[in-house]
């Protein structure tokens, strides 16, 4: 069974023919809090990952890549439907959006609400998906189909009466 602390994630590196597992270093990444306010301490052209298969740490491009996924578990369950409408969602702040690849896979989530999902090559996305696999995506734009705004979330606000 793979470890995992809080100074560790589980990356699954997703490209069109194959996948990268690993651990990364959060130190050198940045908490998903910062990741998610698309503030990284280092780029995402690349992710210095110890590999699950080979026990060995190197830099893994990111390059023709579909997406970077933050994992619960690197087993995930291949049964799982994904729900697109999560009344328990928990509230983060931002766009609500739908996104596909071509390969046809389409995911929800909340992204920051900057311009950086449209003038960066890539930006992070919380899944609203409570049940799933996946705690963060960082999303390559290149390898999207599509991409819709359905809303926005907010946090709620406390109202005064008097």
Excluded: C
């Amino acid at each position: 069974m793979e470890s995992e602390s809080s100074t560790t994630y589980r990356i699954v590196i997703r490209y069109e023919d194959h996948a990268v597992r690993g651990l990364a270093e959060a130190s050198d990444l940045g908490s998903i809090d910062q990741l998610l306010r698309n503030e990284p301490t280092s780029s995402f052209e690349s992710i210095r990952l110890k590999l699950v298969d080979s026990n060995i740490s190197e830099e893994v491009s990111t390059k023709n890549a579909k997406a970077v996924f933050f994992v619960k578990t690197f087993d995930g369950d291949l049964r799982h439907r994904a729900l697109h409408f999560h009344e328990n969602a928990p509230i983060v702040q931002g766009l609500w959006v739908r996104i596909a690849f071509h390969d046809g896979e389409t995911i929800e989530g909340i992204i920051s609400n900057t311009r950086d999902y449209v003038l960066e090559q890539g930006f992070f996305m919380m899944p609203t998906d409570p049940n799933g696999n996946n705690r963060l995506i960082y999303v390559l734009k290149d390898r999207l189909k599509d991409f819709n705004v359905l809303g926005m979330r907010n946090a709620p606000k406390m109202f005064k009466t008097n």
